[in-house]
């Protein structure tokens, strides 16, 4: 007996120490009710490796077809590289408790430039939440807004169905959140599909961007942009491809207030309707829409445009349909700009109107319904010359009906 008195509480303190030294005890699995739980390691490798084989364990589970979920309990996930999922299906990463939500942070040091860009790298996946999660990256733009491009914070790539909703970024140097067709995916030009990004805010970021590593891949189709909030914005709002197929994109009801570059930066998507957003304290062109410096294809068909408020901007709507470096440039059709409000455009220099569709034409425009109030230069909307089936109707300036009502193609 005085054996095993002496004997228990050394197993204790031994099975003590192999559970602080084993960082594999961070989460744990509820096969039942098809759950993981996490907490953060006991430093930034522990909790990599631990967020690690959680994903390891949900992207090789055998009933992928069922629905599981990560929950991250409260507090910093201090990382030192990125979790990768190559693969995954069915699955929901959230914090378990989202009035306290779970913090994922680039570790001091981390060095982007030579390691990962990502905290998180999603790619060939299926069915994929991501809810209600703080995402910190290490750029500050403390002396200027340039750019930062190694550190980025989530990236889809080559994805269907994606819904990221309640979730905060705050600090990176480049795309916050990517979403785009994978470099490495087999399948040559857009193969991104049915994404919903809603109810997230983004502060002090550059970009949110769908742009693509290379040539020969596209971005996105079927992505909806609902009710997020953006503050700081360095660079834009972006909506980019290379190559065709980037098309029946939503942007709708969505903030910016605060922008160094442009608001919305549209190149070389088709089926794009922007909807009820405000966009205020622009340095650039609060929506700038235009070819991407690349060999040309078709883009630019059905942008509807409507129902904007527009404030203290230098510059308001840009529509610019050039043509590609190779020379090759469509005629989009139906271009509608209608019940946008714009006030303090303060644009001076280039004289540039408030609402502009330049460098190309348009068959098929509707100027409509819009208001204007205090535009620095006066000038207010421009058509190309030689675009078809035009209307310019019920406009105002300063609450004075603008015209004279017509079809012409430049006002």
């Not at 040309?296 to 840009?318: C, E, Q, S, Y």
Request: hydrophobic share 40%; charged share 15%.
């Amino acid at each position: 007996m005085i054996r095993n008195f002496f004997r228990l509480p050394l197993v204790a303190l031994f099975f003590s120490l192999f559970l602080i030294q084993n960082p594999s005890f961070a989460f744990e699995k509820d096969a039942t009710n098809h759950v993981i739980t996490m907490s953060p390691g006991v430093d930034a490798a522990h909790t990599t490796a631990d967020m690690r084989s959680a994903m390891s364990f949900l992207v090789s589970r055998p009933d992928k077809t069922t629905p599981w979920t990560l929950k991250l309990n409260p507090g910093k996930y201090v990382m030192s590289a990125e979790v990768r999922a190559l693969n995954l299906q069915n699955t929901t990463i959230t914090s378990a408790d989202l009035s306290n939500p779970a913090k994922m942070i680039k570790m001091p040091g981390w060095d982007s430039a030579t390691s990962a860009e990502y905290l998180l790298e999603v790619l060939m996946s299926k069915n994929i939440n991501l809810t209600g999660i703080e995402f910190y990256g290490q750029t500050s733009f403390a002396t200027n807004a340039n750019p930062y491009w190694p550190d980025q914070g989530v990236y889809f790539g080559s994805c269907d169905t994606v819904k990221v909703d309640r979730n905060k970024f705050y600090n990176f140097g480049n795309a916050a959140l990517r979403v785009a067709t994978w470099e490495h995916d087999p399948v040559v030009g857009v193969h991104s599909f049915n994404t919903t990004v809603t109810n997230n805010l983004f502060n002090n970021i550059y970009q949110t961007s769908t742009t693509v590593q290379d040539n020969i891949h596209g971005a996105t189709a079927h992505y909806v942009m609902e009710n997020n909030t953006f503050l700081n914005l360095r660079g834009s709002v972006k909506f980019a491809s290379r190559t065709p197929g980037a098309t029946d994109v939503h942007v709708l009801n969505n903030t910016i207030n605060g922008g160094d570059h442009f608001g919305l930066e549209i190149n070389n998507f088709s089926n794009f309707e922007i909807r009820g957003n405000t966009i205020t304290n622009i340095k650039s062109v609060a929506v700038d829409i235009y070819t991407a410096v690349i060999p040309g294809f078709p883009w630019g068909d059905n942008f509807t445009i409507a129902g904007n408020t527009l404030k203290n901007v230098v510059r308001g709507i840009r529509f610019s349909h050039e043509p590609g470096t190779d020379g090759i440039q469509n005629v989009p059709t139906n271009l509608v700009l209608d019940s946008n409000v714009l006030s303090n455009v303060t644009e001076t220099t280039s004289g540039v109107p408030a609402m502009a569709e330049i460098n190309g034409i348009v068959n098929g425009v509707k100027v409509t319904g819009n208001k204007f109030y205090a535009i620095t230069n006066k000038k207010y909307i421009s058509i190309t010359q030689g675009s078809t089936s035009v209307s310019i109707l019920n406009n105002s300036v300063d609450g004075v009906a603008y015209g004279p009502q017509s079809t012409t193609a430049s006002k």
